[in-house]
């Protein structure tokens, strides 16, 4: 097995070794569920847009809290100093850490999966939408990810790595709202389109949610989180000076 | 096997290590011995590539810890000081994921598995989740931990604190009997725990090498002259002055003793033999002579020692 499939194959039991991983799925579900199922019976409409579009304020929440134990568990713990003397780069471990907390968060999307299927029994759903909504839904939570694993990082209390982890992708998320970008521009000048071009989430999770895949919002989710994991691993490798 | 050249390293304002030298070869076992905060964590953390010296150099089977930091842990079995459990598994899972991430696998790493629980004494609890496990037995599966892959060399932290006796033992035991095949290095504060598996010392205090040799020539090195305890069953005043006149002693100091004995501490000089002139001395007065013993200093007579004069400490290093 590769190095990161054996810190993969740890990670992700250690979710479900504790009841931990059972109660962040259920309440994935019952709110996500529910905030969605309340609406749909008065709109009637078999789409999953309301699901998607409440999707990136939720995930601030839930995210950090599935990352926030990555790293600082492990430092509080002493296990911190095993893997890093173990002969595998520091990539490897991190990598394995990463994809274990994704392989939990599809899991827990997987849980939706009944809402298209009750979908395409009930009406006729467009299913482009509806794979470019669970598309984006995969790579915003792959983003806030490793945000919170690099958070998770700097720090050793979990708490800790949990609300700077959330405030980091709520500050993600604020940028790209327009609102938040036009109050920006109102102090400086182009700052908030800026930083909202650059950073902002929101457009580029719209276009997905709407089922239209351009290379442009796929480089922006994939390339900003390959961003955060390379600061993790320089962050790894720069912590032994 | 592992040298350390002019070690430093800094965290902020505070200077952890200071210059450390010292090497090991082949085979060898090595005591750690300092206070606590002396450093002995941070220099073992530098040769396990877990922190980067600031200057200086480590290597490890002639391998350079800042070149090849992965082939130097390959080769390096470490029990950090606090223990690096996974307390949410069971000790088998946790020895399993130790020996694959290490590299093993199918039926070496069955093998390796049966030969860590039967030398660290687990069977009896491999298949038990390791929150469950008093101290001693977590202890001892953090040893089977660093033990997983046969290293060469074992890197281990404070490996019997808060330990009873009997485990001390037992993990004594244990490093006694890996000691022909593997070069190890152990960090103690506890100077009773050196001397039955290693007679090498190096001592580091506020983050310098105080000493670096065998106990008996630190002890020489360190207290200058052998110790010898007589009691002669004389007047008091009598004895010490005959004691005065012979040769050879540096120190006659009166110590209490048993009733109606004139007891004494001397001083003589290492290699010269002062027992046979004081038993004579007390046939030729007619004195019974009640005792007549060399008493060797404690390890902590010696670390003491050598810890206060830290200062001086450049000359007593590498007798």
Known sequence: MSNTGVIFRREFAAYFNSPIAYIFIIVFLVLNCGLFMTPFFLAQLADMRDFFGNLPLFLIFFIPAVSMRLWAEDKRSGTFELLMTLPMKSSEVMLGKYLAAMAFYVVALLGTLPIPLMLALLGNPDLGAVFGGYLGALLLGGLYMAVGIFTSGLLRDQISAFILGMLACFALFLVGVPAVSATIDGWVGGLGSFLQNAFGLMPHYQALQRGVLELGDLAYFLGLTAVFLVLNAVWLEGRKY | ?319
């Open chain 2, 1 to 319: 096997m592992i040298e350390v050249r002019d070690v430093t390293k800094r965290f902020g304002a505070t200077v952890a290590l200071d210059g450390v030298s010292f090497r090991l070869d082949k085979g060898e076992i090595l005591g750690f011995l300092g206070p606590n905060g002396a450093g002995k964590s941070t220099a073992m953390k530098i040769v396990t590539t877990f922190l980067a010296p600031d200057s200086g150099t480590v290597s490890v089977d002639g391998i350079d810890v800042l070149r090849d930091p992965l082939e130097v842990r390959g080769r390096i079995g470490y029990l950090p000081e606090n223990h690096p459990l996974y307390v949410d598994m069971m000790v088998h899972e946790y020895l399993q994921f130790v020996g694959r991430a290490r590299g093993l696998a199918g039926d070496e790493l069955r093998r390796r598995l049966e030969w860590v629980v039967e030398a660290c004494g687990l069977g009896s609890v491999y298949r038990k989740p390791i929150n469950e496990l008093s101290k001693g037995f977590r202890q001892r599966t953090g040893l089977a931990q660093a033990l997983i892959h046969d290293p060469e060399v074992l890197i281990l932290d404070e490996p019997t604190s808060g330990l009873d006796p009997l485990q001390i033992i037992g993990i004594r035991e244990l490093i006694q009997s890996l000691a022909r095949s593997k070069t190890i290095i152990f960090s103690t504060h506890i100077l009773q725990e050196v001397s039955p598996v290693t007679d090498r010392v190096v001592i580091i205090n506020a983050g310098r090498i105080v000493a670096d040799g065998r106990i008996g020539e630190l002890e020489r090195a360190a207290m200058g002259r052998n110790r010898i305890f007589v009691a002669y069953r004389a007047p008091a005043a009598e004895a010490e002055a005959a004691l005065r006149g012979l040769d050879g002693l540096h120190e006659v100091r009166p110590v209490a003793g048993r009733e109606g004995a004139a007891r004494f501490e001397v001083r003589a000089d290492f290699g010269r033999d002062v027992l046979a002139p004081l038993g004579r001395l007390g046939q030729s007065r007619g004195w019974d002579l009640l005792e007549l013993q060399e008493s060797p200093f404690s390890l902590e007579d010696t670390f003491i020692a050598l810890t206060r004069q830290s200062g001086g400490a450049r000359e007593v290093s590498h007798v």
